[in-house]
């Protein structure tokens, strides 16, 4: 088990995920995922396919605020999972470098 998750409560993670759920309901959020573009890749998927990402991970102690969410598609926040913004743009940058076939 990794450290974070010995300092993140569940009661903790629950809490602000109902917070979240409440937060895609704000105009704010439907202003958000209006283009329907993911923050990650720049791909046009439509305001329907946008996720809400934690930049910073609720499991790394992140929380459900303006400044901490932002809309992803389903690919790259499924890829994304747990890392923090330098890791992944580690993991990016290493597909970059990555031979093609």
């Known amino acids: 088990m990794a450290f974070y998750e010995d300092v ?16 895609r ?20 998927v439509g305001r329907q396919n946008l996720t809400m990402d934690h ?18 598609c389903k690919e790259c926040n499924n890829k994304k999972k747990y890392m923090l913004p330098i890791e992944w743009e580690e993991y990016m940058q290493s597909l970059s470098k990555q031979p093609s076939d």
């Open 25 to 44: 309901k704000t105009q704010w959020w439907l202003s958000r995922i209006e283009k329907g573009i993911c923050h990650y890749c720049g791909r046009k």
């Open 8 to 23: 993140i409560s569940e009661d903790q993670v629950r809490k602000e995920k109902e917070k979240a759920r409440r937060l």
């Open 55 to 72: 930049i910073v991970p609720l499991s790394r102690g992140g929380k459900s605020k303006k400044g901490n969410v932002v809309p992803a």
